[in-house]
């Protein structure tokens, strides 16, 4: 059975940074490319991130610049690190399979940027 177990969400004022991780149980971790997703209030959710197994990660281009993507296969554990956060950040995020498979969805992380 898969796991995908997000944390290190918060509440953070703006400009400022957290560190999400995602440990993932029950699946080949290393041959699939990871995802960071999330879902603002009254939205659709969204692809924030994505880092293959090799080769160079991909970003949204609202987080370009300011959010890394990064995993630890011995740990399998993928990780999102956030810069220079906006309040228009705000939201659950998710980390998922790319593409994602919905049966691998998990409860996700509160990300909050508020003064």
């Known amino acids: 059975q898969v796991q995908l177990v997000e944390s290190g969400g918060g509440l953070v004022q703006p400009g400022g940074s957290l560190r999400l991780s995602c440990a993932a149980s029950?699946?080949?971790?290393?041959?699939?490319?990871m995802g960071w997703y999330r879902q603002a209030p009254g939205k659709q959710r969204e692809l924030v991130a994505a880092i293959p197994r090799r080769g160079s990660p991909n970003y949204a281009d609202s987080v370009k610049g300011r959010f890394t993507i990064s995993r630890d296969n011995a740990r399998n554990t993928v990780y999102l690190q956030m810069l220079s956060l906006k309040p228009e950040d705000t939201a659950v995020f998710y980390c998922?399979?790319?593409?994602?498979?919905?049966?691998?969805w998990g409860q996700g992380t509160q990300v909050t940027v508020s003064s």
């Open positions: 029950g699946l080949d971790f290393t041959i699939n490319t």
């Open positions: 998922n399979t790319y593409p994602p498979i919905g049966r691998y």
